[in-house]
């Protein structure tokens, strides 16, 4: 699918089977693979679109929709690939009341689909590899954004001594984020309190030892970018944003691209949320050079092997 078209006179938006087709397409570019066993052998049954798995050992049927986001759902898969293409080329995000009125379903099945869509936007795990490399900049820096619940805001800074006058970002969610300048990708995390401890796990976890760290003048990183080929900093505080190659500015950009689309679109988000919302923001990003036809492809793919099981949209 081509920017600028309108994409939704495409045939998998209005008929279950071609609809079909094109999920088979985006999740099987090779055909059929057994989601049980991952076995290429199967067979057609007479029900249209389910197959059977052609190993001994296994011999279970399957659709497109085993084992993925979209399991046990009972909306039709047009509804689901309107769904996936608006959420892969919006770029500051499609709410489940936009999905209600534009798919004419019920709210709690716009919000079933709403945040499984996010799911499988989501990436993680053990094997995402390292940011950066020798000589690569990783920027790094955090931010707040949303009130905190009155049961969760906090009386005392982190070093012990109580609040002297509202903070900014004293009782607001905060959030980690990490750019790689060489591939231009971003990941980003909610934590509870973004100290210095917090911060290190997320930078080594997810930073190559040998990479550049970018970071503000904030005290946070001062121990952690010993760990690293070397921590360059810019002076915020003296105006100073970019010294050489030396900024964060790729890394901000990122966070306004999420908290204009989290103020304009979503307007709300429970803390609970959240990650799946910061997950939806990074899929965009890290896709931003792809089609909205491929980002969509790409996310459906994403949904294999992955399930929420919580039944109520709160």
Same mark, same amino acid.
């Given at each position: ?10 045939? @998998? ?22 989601? @049980? ?21 296994? +011999? ?52 079933? *689909? ?38 969760? +805001? ?20 905060? *959030? ?45 990183? *001062? ?12 002076? @915020? ?19 306004? *691209? ?57």
């Amino acid at each position: 699918m081509a920017r600028g078209k309108n994409t939704f006179k495409e045939a @998998h938006f209005h008929n279950e089977k071609a609809a079909r087709a094109w999920f088979e397409a985006a999740r099987w570019p090779h055909g059929p693979v057994c989601p @049980h066993c991952g076995s290429l052998k199967h067979y057609a049954t007479k029900k249209a679109g389910r197959y059977r798995c052609g190993e001994k050992e296994c +011999r279970k049927d399957y659709t497109v929709m085993t084992k993925s986001v979209m399991e046990r759902s009972h909306a039709p898969l047009t509804s689901w690939a309107t769904a996936f293409h608006l959420y892969a080329s919006s770029k500051k995000g499609f709410t489940a009341t936009q999905l209600e009125r534009h798919l004419g379903c019920e709210y709690n099945t716009a919000w079933f *689909i709403h945040h499984r869509v996010m799911e499988a936007m989501r990436r993680g795990g053990l094997d995402l590899p390292p940011m950066g490399g020798p000589g690569s900049p990783v920027e790094v820096d955090e931010t707040y954004f949303g009130n905190l619940p009155e049961s969760k +805001r906090r009386t005392k800074t982190t070093s012990g001594r109580p609040f002297l006058k509202k903070g900014r970002a004293a009782n607001k969610r905060a *959030i980690v984020a990490l750019v790689d300048r060489s591939t231009g990708n971003v990941r980003s995390f909610h934590v509870p309190t973004a100290d210095a401890a917090a911060v290190a796990k997320i930078v080594r976890e997810n930073v190559h030892h040998e990479s550049r760290l970018h970071t503000d003048e904030s005290k946070l990183y *001062i121990t952690l970018g010993k760990e690293f080929a070397a921590h360059e900093t810019v002076n @915020h505080g003296a105006k100073e944003y970019a010294r050489g190659d030396v900024t964060t500015n790729t890394v901000e950009g990122y966070f306004g *691209i999420f908290k204009r689309g989290m103020r304009g679109n979503y307007q709300h988000c429970a803390e609970k949320n959240l990650h799946r919302y910061l997950a939806e923001f990074d899929f965009r990003y890290n896709t931003r050079t792809l089609t909205d036809g491929e980002r969509a492809a790409l996310a459906v793919r994403g949904g294999e092997g992955k399930r929420l099981t919580y039944r109520q949209p709160r």
